[in-house]
């Protein structure tokens, strides 16, 4: 009797077992057009296909000798009906699922494109390996028919639901050689892997657009930047300015001169805060002119650059061989969300100062809002900082850093001087 009701319990847990999600998935894939198909190799855990019943060994082994057509219903269910592949912008179709392989954790075969295409065609594990289930992987390898192997490709992989976290790791190999890599978190949604300058630059334009957008902090600074001038003219000068500084760093960064430690994005994210409280401050204080208020948001905008690139961190990867043209797209996202926002903020500001509050105690009732709040950014991200070892190197790169703003500051500075005394020199020569 004890030993049917167990039996009985193991036959109840396991359906539940099998409906759970995991939390953390790996997915690792290779993509290879070859004459007139592409062909998809793929590493999932096989814990991920929920909803397949694999035949077992007791206790709960993988019963390997049986599993070949339960493993291939689960590549077909949860792999290849979950990529959408198009050539030219062309859907096509659905991947054909040519040989599945069930694999050890341990196994090293998906370090090249090779050895996992090798493995997987080769002979299954022997029957007599215990392999639990929540250890096992499942190797696919996918077809597809196409037109040339020459053309631009794009994928929609939609792995999302094998787990609560899944990361993807994919490799493209394009006929020309080389190996160009991807590695993203759950929906990055279409995938170029191999893009035109257009279609990458009309991305990061959407991009930059949207990230300004989005970008509590960086709004915030352009508000400060908005409240004391409220002319069009003016503004485009001082938004320009902070455009063409970001633009500097942003550069810099993808072609990997800025500091790689682990202390530099809470430092950046400190600076960012002490900039937005600077500039309210300024506001309250008042007196500022518009030469010095573009000299200074250049400055602070150089540090600006630097935050923008740690949102690109991951997206740059999707520029395919038009880095240069993306970065500088992303820019023109970015100035066109800024335009956006001023064409929203001054006539609000306006109304605001004409018809509820004097300008000048609005100026200092919304500049004290703004230093209120990135105060207490300024401290914690303060906190997060000082978690951090600083080194000597570290150190020294950031007084490398800090000379090139006070340089390009400097430059600024005197390329004012120059100009005013110019049109100081102009203005006297028309009296004489």
């Known amino acids: 009797m004890r030993g049917r009701l167990t039996i009985l319990v193991a036959a109840l847990a396991c359906p539940l077992a099998a409906h759970d999600i995991v939390g953390d998935v790996k ?35 993988l019963d ?13 269910t949860w792999i290849a009906r979950a990529i959408d592949i198009y050539e030219e912008d062309k859907p096509l179709a659905t991947p054909t699922v040519v040989a599945v392989q069930a694999s050890l954790e341990s196994d090293r075969s998906f370090t090249s494109y090779q050895e996992a295409l090798a493995h997987i065609n080769g002979p299954p594990l022997p029957d007599n390996i215990n392999l639990p289930t929540v250890q096992a992987m499942l190797d696919v390898m996918l077809e597809v028919p196409i037109q040339s192997a020459e053309t631009h490709f794009s994928i929609h992989p939609r792995f999302e639901r094998l787990g609560l976290t899944v990361v993807t790791v994919l490799w493209f190999m394009p006929p020309q050689g080389g190996v160009r890599a991807f590695e993203y978190t759950t929906d990055p949604g ?22 300004i957008l989005d970008g509590v902090d960086h709004l915030l600074f352009l508000f400060c930047l908005v409240i ?29 001169f800025a ?24 506001n309250i204080v008042g007196g500022m002119t518009i030469t010095r208020r573009w000299m200074i948001t250049f400055g602070f905008g150089l540090v600006h650059g630097f935050g923008f690139s740690f949102a690109l961190h991951e ?20 100035e066109l969300g800024q335009m956006v926002v001023l064409l929203a903020l001054v006539p609000a500001l306006g109304l605001l100062f004409k018809y509820v509050v004097a300008e000048r105690m ?23 900082l000082m978690k951090f070892p600083f080194s000597a190197p570290s150190a020294a790169t950031v007084i490398r850093w800090a000379t090139v703003i006070v340089a390009a500051a400097a430059v600024g500075w005197l390329a004012t001087v120059v100009r005013r005394r110019t049109g100081l020199t102009a203005a006297g020569d028309s009296r004489e």
């Not at 279409?190 to 990230?211: K, S, T």
């Not at 004391?228 to 990997?256: C, D, E, G, M, Y």
């Open 64 to 76: 390997i000798g049986k599993a070949e057509p339960f493993l291939r219903e689960a590549a077909t």
């Open 259 to 282: 500091p790689s430690g682990l202390w530099f994005p809470p430092l950046i994210e400190t600076l960012i805060a002490i900039s937005i409280v600077y500039m309210a401050l300024e």
């Open 315 to 334: 997206t740059l990867q999707f520029a395919g061989t038009h880095l240069i043209t993306s970065l500088l797209a992303f820019n023109v996202g970015v």
């Open 27 to 61: 997915v690792q894939a290779y993509i290879k057009p070859e004459g007139h198909s592409m062909n998809i190799v793929l590493r999932v855990p096989l814990k991920a296909m929920r909803d397949v019943e694999f035949p077992m060994h007791p206790p709960a082994y």
């Open 228 to 256: 004391p001038f409220r002319k069009f003219k003016s503004l485009i000068i001082v938004v320009t300015s902070f455009t063409v500084a970001h633009s500097i760093t942003l550069i810099a960064s993808a072609f990997n």
């Open 362 to 384: 609005g100026t200092i009732i919304l500049s004290a809002l703004v230093a209120h709040t990135a105060w207490h950014w300024m401290t914690e991200r303060w906190e997060t």
């Open 190 to 211: 279409l995938i170029r892997l191999d893009p035109r300058w257009h279609q990458a630059a009309l991305n990061f334009v959407r991009l930059g657009f949207f990230h």
